[in-house]
């Protein structure tokens, strides 16, 4: 059984920036990509980053590409995003998950593990 768990969030003004982190507990296979989700309040959860196993994959939605940056650390069993320029709407809870491969992490199905997320809220 893997553990995630997320730090890192918090209240920043429009135009700052925060740094997700999440650690996993446990080994997760070493095919696994990693990637992080966010759930605006009132709205659905949506993919946001996920990074394969090697690190050689990134893959970003659209609203995160250019501002957030993901990378993991194998060694430490870790992930990280990186976000910049935040804006209100990337206010939401932000989940840190384990997939299959990248490509079904942006299409967000076949989840193995999930994190119990960590609060961002950009205020304007």
């Known amino acids: 059984q893997v553990q995630l768990v997320e730090s890192g969030g918090g209240l920043v003004q429009a135009g700052g920036s925060l740094r997700l982190s999440c650690a996993a507990s446990g080994r997760t296979s070493s095919t696994d990509a990693m990637g992080w989700f966010r759930q605006p309040p009132g709205k659905e959860r949506e993919f946001v980053a996920t990074?394969?196993?090697?690190?050689?994959?990134?893959r970003y939605a659209d609203s995160a590409q250019g501002r957030f940056t993901i990378s993991r650390d194998n060694a430490k069993n870790t992930v990280s995003l990186e976000m910049n320029s935040l804006k209100p709407e990337d206010t939401a809870v932000y989940y840190c998950?384990?997939?299959?491969?990248?490509?079904?992490?942006?299409?967000?199905?076949?989840?193995?593990?999930w994190g119990k997320g960590t609060p961002v809220t950009v205020s304007a």
């Open positions: 998950a384990v997939g299959t491969n990248t490509q079904t992490m942006t299409l967000g199905v076949g989840m193995k593990y």
């Open positions: 990074i394969s196993w090697s690190g050689e994959i990134k």
